[in-house]
């Protein structure tokens, strides 16, 4: 992933919902460590699960592509939220399991050990934001399975990760600033909602080799406007059906006429008029179509196309003609130039009847005699 994704999941936090959010809990967490024992603690544990149930809902809302960001609402503080708790809890067993090996396997064994499971924290978090139970970030073929979907991307993940609390750290050290106890619970709240970003953007960035179904992709959202605009497109088409059916061709020209002239993209119309078109009993339509749009077609270079449109016109009619002298001669050479010459005879045998005193008549007398030949 480039870099530039993940900045855009770092500065999530920095919106206003989570911005306010940190600078809240961070008054109430710097409040309750001042306050007493009976009022501080409980207050300490209030504020440390509700900002740890938040930066869940934060999580999934990147991990379904959500644009905006969630603002703090009381619905969101479940009880019954396994998630937060559960993850804060594997992280204190951890540490406490490994302090206990610490007098038999040395300190620098349990460090290495203690940085082995940091290292498979965020796909425990990824597996049990994906299913929405906790359980799964205990099944390691859950977690394990996760890290072999996405190698790459998870380990530039956890460089990131690193990089997001160890490099703040640094730079104050560097410069000597030892910040307040509010700004520091800040910046704590921040990392953590960067990580919970970060972890929720390589998810949502890989969903499909996951096997993630995001709510809101470009996919999801492509498909919605597809769908619209195959809507409108019924609709016109009934209009036009209805109208050569009784009878009233002039009127359905007139209308296949506007629907193309009044769109920006007027062969993007012709394509999908001409698809409809072209099943239908009457053929009429079709043929109008083809004669219609060809001059647009060739002055967009698709030659491929203009020769597959005009052949299948003469396979459904072979008296189909176009109505310029010299467009049909165009053609005429494309269809020559790769050596379908049938096509080209076909269009060119009765151009003299059809297209009298054209400027083009001279060039299609030479091609025709060429084609004799």
Not at 364 to 373: F, G, I, M, S, V
Request: charged letters at 15%.
């Amino acid at each position: 992933m480039q870099v530039s994704v993940f900045i855009k999941y770092l500065r999530l936090p920095l919106q206003m919902a989570p911005l306010l959010v940190i600078l809240l809990f961070s008054l109430l967490a710097a409040m309750a460590l001042s306050a007493g024992l009976l009022v501080g603690i409980p207050t300490l544990l209030i504020v440390t699960s509700w900002f740890l149930k938040y930066s869940f809902v934060l999580l999934d809302h990147v991990v379904d592509g959500k644009h905006d960001l969630p603002a703090l609402a009381p619905e969101m503080v479940n009880p019954v939220e396994q998630r937060p708790l559960g993850i804060l809890c594997v992280i204190g067993c951890a540490y406490l399991a490994t302090m206990s090996l610490e007098p038999a396997w040395g300190e620098p064994v349990v460090l290495a050990l203690r940085v082995a499971l940091l290292l498979l924290l965020p796909a425990m978090v990824a597996a049990c934001s994906i299913t929405g139970r906790f359980i799964d970030a205990l099944n390691p073929m859950t977690v394990f399975g996760t890290i072999a979907r996405i190698p790459l991307a998870y380990v530039q993940l956890l460089i990131v990760i690193a990089l997001l609390w160890f490099v703040p750290l640094l730079i104050l050290k560097a410069l000597g600033i030892v910040p307040s106890l509010f700004w520091s619970l800040s910046l704590f709240m921040y990392l953590w909602l960067a990580m919970c970003a970060c972890i929720g953007g390589i998810m949502y960035e890989q969903r499909n080799t996951l096997g993630y179904d995001a709510i809101h992709t470009p996919e999801r959202t492509a498909a919605k406007a597809a769908a619209a605009v195959e809507v409108d497109r019924d609709r016109v088409i009934d209009t036009i059906f209805a109208q050569v059916r009784g009878g009233a061709f002039a009127n359905a020209g007139a209308s296949v006429r506007k629907v193309i002239e009044d769109s920006p993209r007027p062969v993007d119309e012709f394509r999908w008029l001409y698809a409809r078109a072209s099943q239908w009993p009457d053929q009429r339509l079709a043929d109008y179509l083809v004669q219609l749009c060809v001059p647009r077609l060739l002055e967009a270079h698709a030659f491929v196309e203009v020769l597959e449109v005009v052949r299948a016109r003469l396979r459904a009619n072979e008296d189909f003609r176009l109505g310029a002298g010299a467009h049909l001669v165009h053609i005429a050479m494309l269809a020559r130039n790769i050596g379908d010459r049938a096509t080209a005879r076909s269009l060119l045998k009765d151009f003299s009847q059809r297209y009298p005193n054209d400027q083009a008549s001279g060039i299609a007398a030479k091609l025709n005699d060429e084609l004799r030949q």
